[in-house]
């Protein structure tokens, strides 16, 4: 007899018993899609509300800059630890872990009266994260086989890109309402909900008890973290300073010596092999790119918006809306074909789609139609990249034992998360005249990047994806 992950230990597995067992499945679904769209809200969410908190808390520019990057650091930086937790821990009980620390961090950056507080609960915010996300994507994998998984992991990748469009309207929204402190305050709720149904739908799960790699960890984390910086730094002192090349160096210099460290290690924090898997450096490399694109027309969607047209938070957001519905159904229709066209085809075609929807946008100036050319350009786009985004995931997870799952994901996740922040760093490095004297100069030639870089990753895609349908192993039988 099989047992599936939601399955109570006592109910035998009649077919009688499966359309309850189904409704649980995809409610559970549901509210782990909920936690991780949280968490990709807090991404983009306080983008539009930092002039307020600016103005709020007398903060600097450096210091509002650390307001988005505190984040990201450590959300990027200690994912693979955090898959390494939940595959050593279960991933139900890391997962809980994460979203207590998430929850607890969202209220206290809520109640935040100066710099000091808000950055130490960002910070806080992103380990949490770092424990959520490859426990949530670990738990969609084990609880859902066959074809169901497919169809699963299809809404899931949605919540990446949907998360990240909505995250620029709901700021917005609440930014010109209640306040700036509402985009933190939204999180509790939220995070109560899951905190109190989920362990009622998903049992504990096995430990499987191992020494945990430190000086792994470590260095991942550091060199993660020395990446991100050094290409954020990028943006406001460029490509040749110290202030980028040294973090940048020290980056390289920390992932050489994980790489050393784990291959040495009697218990690895990671099998650096897992990346020479075609499928999972396939699925690497479009998250990546998807994920860089998406947050960099966003961020350059946003600040064109209101610093070059001047248009306020509420009504930025609102454009920002179709691009939401575009990423959602991108995704949906990929988790479809991926199983008729396999992933190479859809890969390439999201890509190819997602270049088309960019490239118009390198003529931007200022008197470029906002709801004939700007709008419709970020939708089509955002479908294209919402198709790759759940390529890239199924594509990671799809030869995934059921052992490694955490740690897959959390390979994927740090790409979203590195993703983002090199989007973020190229694009505002090319755009820099222009979003420091809010004119239109320079935003064309960051799009025209952005479409050059999707148009590279489609040929790339042509020869790392593999053009085979994705096929799940570890289902209800443990089958390889």
């Not at 047209?309 to 920002?320: K, N, P, Q, W």
Request: proline share 5%.
């Amino acid at each position: 007899m099989s047992h599936s992950a939601l399955g109570a230990p006592h109910a035998p597995e009649h077919d009688h018993g499966r359309p309850a067992a189904d409704r649980r499945r995809w409610v559970v679904l549901t509210l782990l899609c909920l936690g991780q769209f949280m968490l990709i809200l807090d991404v983009t969410v306080v983008n539009v509300a930092l002039p307020d908190i600016a103005a709020d808390l007398h903060l600097d520019r450096a210091t509002l800059t650390w307001v988005v990057t505190s984040y990201t650091l450590c959300f990027g930086g200690l994912m693979l630890l955090g898959g390494r937790l939940a595959d050593t821990f279960g991933a139900r009980r890391t997962l809980l872990t994460g979203l207590t620390v998430f929850t607890a961090a969202s209220l206290t950056a809520a109640l935040a009266g100066g710099a000091g507080v808000l950055l130490g609960a960002r910070m806080a915010q992103g380990v949490g994260a770092a424990l959520l996300s490859p426990s949530a994507l670990a738990l969609v994998t084990t609880t859902f086989h066959g074809p169901e998984r497919a169809k699963a992991l299809g809404v899931w990748a949605g919540i990446g890109g949907t998360g990240s469009a909505v995250g620029v309207l709901l700021g917005g929204a609440l930014t010109s309402g209640p306040g700036w402190s509402w985009i933190f305050y939204v999180n509790v709720p939220v995070g109560v909900l899951i905190l109190a149904l989920l362990p009622r739908l998903v049992p504990a799960g096995p430990r499987r008890p191992a020494p945990l790699d430190i000086p792994g960890a470590l260095l991942v984390t550091a060199g993660t973290a020395g990446l991100i910086y050094g290409l954020v730094k990028a943006g406001d002192a460029g490509w040749g300073a110290p202030a980028t090349l040294l973090p940048l160096a020290g980056a390289a210099l920390c992932y050489a010596g994980f790489a050393v460290v784990e291959r040495a290690g009697r218990a690895p924090l990671m099998d650096v092999t897992m990346l020479t898997r075609r499928p999972v450096l396939g699925g690497a490399l479009l998250m990546l790119v998807a994920t860089a694109l998406l947050i960099s027309a966003f961020f350059l969607g946003s600040v064109y918006l209101q610093h070059v047209r001047g248009f306020s938070a509420v009504r930025t957001g609102l454009v920002f809306l179709p691009v939401a519905i575009g990423t959602g159904i991108g995704a949906h229709l990929a988790s479809r074909l991926l199983g008729h066209l396999g992933g190479r085809t859809t890969a390439v075609a999201g890509m190819a789609v997602a270049a088309a929807g960019i490239a118009p946008l390198g003529g931007l100036d200022g008197g470029t139609g906002v709801y004939s050319v700007l709008m419709p350009c970020l939708a089509v786009a955002a479908f294209g990249l919402g198709a790759v985004l759940v390529t890239a995931v199924t594509m990671a997870m799809a030869m995934v034992e059921p052992g490694e799952s955490g740690l897959a994901s959390a390979v994927v996740n740090t790409f979203h998360e590195v993703g983002g922040s090199v989007g973020v760093a190229v694009v505002s490095t090319v755009a820099a005249g222009g979003i420091e004297a809010g004119v239109p100069g320079g935003f064309g030639r960051a799009f025209v990047v952005a479409a050059v870089a999707a148009g590279v990753a489609a040929v790339l895609a042509v020869g790392l994806v593999p053009s085979d349908r994705p096929q799940i192993v570890g289902g209800p039988h443990g089958a390889h």
